[in-house]
């Protein structure tokens, strides 16, 4: 048996809740955390959608209670966390999800389009990171802090320059983060999902080679969920400041697409100016 370092943790997750067409990174993060043993607190604006997830966490056995806040406003944000780590008995574990993106050429988005797409996919982060971390640092066994970025933080994010723009800044945001707060133990990383999409929740896996964008397979919610579980356990005791890229594959692809036909040729050329 492999020791998570999870058993009775205490955990956070911000956007807890399931919109069934989209990719339930918050949901999978609960109900993994919560099977590895930990104690979620799902926080998240809409409480049908906490209440949700509490119910499948502990009708599976596990252990979760809602907190409704909006973490776009600081203050909700810091209520929530504090709420939460007081009815924890203090943290170990948080880990935000939320985020989106809004969808246009870059020089049409509108001033307050840009700003509400910094605002949800950089700034709350930000707002949740600064309301846990005193809990963290007071922990004598540290912690992890996780936020989901996406692999548009890393290339360029066509048609959704706000939400790229952002994503980049919390890959750089978590750098700042581990190396602030390392020496207390805190570990400050983030993931990167490739084309997650929607509602692919239940989709059996692909097999390799079939999708022409990732080599392996699209990743799926619950492949974002695992990552996350990664992240917070112990076998990343030593992985701080780091972006987890989850993409099947897709953005390490040679721009090139060389096929197999073309070694041959490519070969001789070689050989024949050596
Ligand atoms: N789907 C993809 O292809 C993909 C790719 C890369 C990155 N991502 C990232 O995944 C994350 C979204 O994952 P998802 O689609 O599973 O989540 P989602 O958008 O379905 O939201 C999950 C929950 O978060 C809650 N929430 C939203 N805003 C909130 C707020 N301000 N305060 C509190 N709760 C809030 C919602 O109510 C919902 O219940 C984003 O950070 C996104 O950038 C997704």
């Excluded at 490519?266 to 050989?271: R, V």
């Amino acid at each position: 048996m492999i020791d998570l370092g999870l058993d009775g943790a205490r955990a956070i997750v911000v956007g807890a809740g399931f919109i069934p067409v989209r990719a339930g990174n918050g949901r999978g993060s609960a109900l993994q955390l919560a099977r590895a043993g930990a104690t979620v607190a799902c926080i998240d604006k809409d409480a049908e959608r906490a209440e949700q997830i509490v119910r499948e966490v502990t009708d599976e056995g596990g252990k979760a209670f809602a907190i409704i806040a909006d973490v776009l406003d600081s203050a909700a944000a810091r209520r929530a966390v504090d709420e939460a780590a007081e009815r924890l008995g203090g943290l170990d574990v948080c880990v935000d999800i939320v985020g989106g993106a809004r969808w246009s050429k870059a020089a049409d988005i509108a001033d307050k389009d840009w700003d509400s797409q910094i605002l949800l996919n950089l700034t709350q982060v930000f707002y949740v990171f600064k309301a846990a971390i005193p809990y963290l640092i007071s922990n004598e066994m540290g912690g992890s802090l996780i936020a989901l970025t996406s692999v548009d933080g890393i290339g360029s994010s066509r048609f959704h320059a706000g939400y790229g723009a952002a994503k980049a800044g919390v890959i750089s945001l978590v750098k700042t983060f581990a190396d602030e707060y390392g020496e207390h133990g805190v570990r400050v990383n983030s993931i990167a999902p490739g084309n997650v999409g929607g509602n692919n929740w239940d989709l059996p896996e692909v097999p390799f080679g079939e999708d022409v964008v990732n080599a392996l397979a699209p990743p799926r919610g619950r492949d974002i969920a695992d990552a996350v579980l990664f992240l917070a356990s112990r076998l990343a005791a030593k992985i701080t400041g780091q972006t987890l890229v989850v993409d099947g594959g897709a953005v390490i692809q040679s721009p090139w697409r060389m096929t197999e036909d073309q070694i041959e040729r490519n070969a001789a050329f070689s050989n024949a100016t050596s």
